[in-house]
């Protein structure tokens, strides 16, 4: 089984910074792609970052220039560093891998870690 367990969520100041980790154990013999989403109360879940195997990163573009995506491929873990944190970036934030499990590939996901930007 794969598992990701996400960390770094928590309350912050407008204009302050978070960053949020996710890393990946179980039987994958690859990992492709890796991100995050989120999704705000009344709102529908949406993507925030992603980076490919070979580092190609994309970003929303309510994001760019605050947000950066990173990943360490030896501890199989994914990081969102938050810059100019903004009230509207509240939300739950969820991380995904896309991994071959034996002759599969799919998404995995997190269960989420909440992100509360508020004076």
């Known amino acids: 089984q794969v598992q990701l367990v996400e960390s770094g969520g928590g309350l912050v100041q407008p204009g302050g910074s978070l960053t949020l980790s996710c890393a990946a154990s179980g039987r994958f013999s690859s990992i492709y792609s890796m991100g995050w989403y989120r999704q705000a109360p009344g709102k529908q879940r949406e993507s925030v970052a992603f980076i490919t195997s070979d580092d190609k990163t994309n970003y929303t573009d309510s994001v760019k220039g605050r947000f950066t995506i990173s990943r360490d491929n030896a501890k199989k873990t994914v990081y969102l560093q938050m810059n100019s944190l903004k009230p509207e970036d509240t939300a739950v934030y969820y991380c995904?891998?896309?991994?071959?499990?034996?002759?599969?590939?799919?998404?995995?996901w997190g269960q989420g870690t909440q992100v509360t930007v508020s004076s």
């Open positions: 995904y891998i896309e991994a071959r499990v034996w002759a599969r590939t799919r998404d995995y």
